[in-house]
């Protein structure tokens, strides 16, 4: 069984499975195949595909039974999207309300086909959370033993710091936008925090969705020629040492692939024990800023 406290190097991301076309025994060969790589995370949320993408999952799930016991499930809730399956919202908002985060999870459970969930993370910050009642949910889904870990998505620092005080375990990550072209993160106090608390963030988009190999503008350009220089040196391509460049931060950053080709999941999971040398980061570092260090 895979330990339900530690996710894999790299996480798997279905948010495009929509557009993959797999039936559900395909969709069961694909996710054995990586956990095989060793990618065992796999990233979901409530809204993808809006909203079939866990129920996809779910029917793969039930096409190989065992599958399930491999893998540590990472989805997330608050975000209410105007939608056909979803006929009583009639309005995109956040909903951190324990009666939403609760009946989330339930539902998250039921299309599954598990009995629990390993990680389940708030979506995106709601300017109106009441971090109490957030704890409340939250120990509700806990004891019951519905939801063995919780997180959040697209967090501040100061945000996850106020709904942490209310919480007795602490949150297991933070998923943020970081890559190569967006350092923000490394600046902003985001992987300083997760520094402070042990926690390892996981990120998404950690290729620029998909800026740094179409033609894009002049940083995407530096970007992308740092990142061949270093691939060369390391025998990865752009991609991989774009994976590497995250690795390389102490946090332990999870990146999240969006890939349904096999071979660059196992790309970027080779890519997370590379290691570049400060040299090679730097490399990357400075092109994207479009300067040299101070």
Not at 264 to 281: C, D, N, P
Request: charged letters at 25%; hydrophobic letters at 40%.
């Amino acid at each position: 069984m895979t330990d339900r406290t530690t996710f894999s190097p790299v996480a798997a991301g279905l948010w495009r499975l929509p557009k993959w076309g797999l039936t559900a025994p395909e969709l069961a060969r694909w996710t054995a195949e990586v956990a095989d790589l060793g990618v065992t995370t796999i990233d979901l949320a409530d809204i993808y595909g809006g909203y079939t993408v866990e129920e996809s999952f779910g029917d793969a799930l039930r096409e190989a039974p065992g599958l399930r016991e491999r893998l540590l499930l990472v989805t997330k809730c608050d975000i209410k999207l105007v939608n056909e399956r979803r006929p009583a919202h009639r309005r995109h908002v956040y909903d951190t309300s324990a009666e939403h985060i609760i009946a989330s999870a339930e539902n998250s459970l039921k299309v599954l086909g598990t009995d629990r969930l390993d990680v389940l993370l708030l979506h995106r910050q709601d300017p109106l959370m009441d971090p109490d009642e957030v704890a409340t949910a939250f120990a509700s889904l806990r004891d019951q033993g519905k939801v063995l870990a919780f997180g959040v998505s697209n967090f501040t620092p100061s945000h996850l710091s106020m709904l942490q005080s209310r919480l007795p375990e602490p949150l297991v990550t933070n998923q943020i936008e970081a890559s190569a072209l967006r350092l923000e993160p490394f600046e902003d106090g985001t992987l300083d925090q997760a520094l402070e608390r042990r926690m390892a963030p996981m990120a998404w988009s950690p290729l620029g969705g998909g800026r740094l190999f179409g033609h894009s503008g002049e940083r995407e350009g530096r970007v992308r020629a740092a990142l061949e220089k270093v691939g060369e040196e390391i025998g990865l391509g752009v991609a991989g040492a774009a994976f590497a460049f995250l690795a390389r931060h102490p946090s332990g950053i999870v990146p999240v692939t969006g890939t349904q080709v096999v071979e660059r999941v196992a790309e970027a999971h080779r890519a997370m024990a590379v290691g570049l040398s400060r040299e090679q980061f730097f490399g990357i570092w400075t092109a994207s800023k479009g300067s040299g260090l101070p």
